[in-house]
């Protein structure tokens, strides 16, 4: 059973920054297409970056481009997600989730394996 552990969530003012972590263990880490999605309150899940394992392909959400990126390191069963320039709308539940696919989805449903969350508060 794959089991995800995100960390590295908080309060942060708009302009700063942040790094999400998320540690996978009970899977073969590397064959695992990694994403992140977040969820504010009322809204839907939504789609905010992905890697694929071969982690030369990244993918990211309209929103978050040129401000986020995400890694991983297959070595550790790490990914995370540096985020930049935060935006009070950047406020949400990110997820970090995962697939043991070799393509891209973008939709929450295509994903078979979630973590616990770790709440992002950007203040204005």
């Known amino acids: 059973q794959v089991q995800l552990v995100e960390s590295g969530g908080g309060l942060v003012q708009a302009g700063g920054s942040l790094r999400l972590s998320c540690v996978a263990s009970?899977?073969?880490?590397?064959?695992?297409?990694m994403g992140w999605f977040r969820q504010a309150p009322g809204k839907e899940r939504e789609f905010v970056a992905l890697v694929r394992w071969t982690s030369s392909n990244t993918y990211y959400g309209d929103s978050v481009k040129g401000r986020f990126t995400i890694s991983r390191d297959n070595a550790k069963n790490t990914v995370y997600l540096q985020m930049n320039s935060l935006k009070p709308e950047d406020t949400a539940v990110y997820y970090c989730?995962?697939?043991?696919?070799?393509?891209?989805?973008?939709?929450?449903?295509?994903?078979?394996?979630w973590g616990q969350g770790t709440q992002v508060t950007v203040s204005s």
């Open positions: 989730a995962g697939i043991n696919i070799a393509y891209a989805p973008s939709r929450p449903s295509e994903y078979a394996y």
């Open positions: 009970g899977g073969i880490f590397s064959r695992y297409t």
